[in-house]
């Protein structure tokens, strides 16, 4: 069973940082694009970057901000946040593309169970 957990979250100032993390666990084979969303109250799920074996992306709202980085031999993706706005509020998803030993051939999509990120005005 491949379980994904986020931690890091928290309350914040605005212009404050924060550094969430999140570690896959299980009977993993490999780990193919890791990224990371969040969801804020009453708005869909926006993807806010994402990292793959060669490239990173990012949305344009957190460009120059944000930075995502992953630890292969750890199994572990972060985002690390800076200057962050009252409008990062919300709660933030881990995401990833992982085959198991069970079935190599086949990457499977696995989330988190979120972190909420607040940020005061």
């Known amino acids: 069973q491949v379980q994904l957990v986020e931690s890091g979250g928290g309350l914040v100032q605005a212009g404050g940082s924060l550094r969430l993390s999140c570690v896959a666990s299980?009977?993993?084979?490999?780990?193919?694009?890791m990224r990371w969303y969040r969801q804020a109250p009453g708005k869909q799920r926006e993807l806010v970057a994402a990292?793959?074996?060669?490239?990173?992306d990012y949305a344009d709202s957190v460009k120059g901000r944000f930075n995502i980085s992953r630890d292969n031999v750890n199994k572990a993706v972060y985002l690390r946040m800076n200057s962050l706005r009252p409008e990062d509020t919300a709660i933030y998803y881990c995401?990833?593309?992982?085959?198991?030993?069970?079935?190599?051939?086949?990457?499977?999509?696995?989330w988190g169970q979120g972190t909420q990120v607040t940020v005061s005005s």
């Open positions: 990292v793959s074996t060669a490239s990173t």
């Open positions: 299980g009977s993993i084979f490999r780990i193919y694009t």
């Open positions: 995401n990833a593309e992982i085959a198991s030993y069970e079935d190599v051939a086949r990457y499977r999509n696995y």
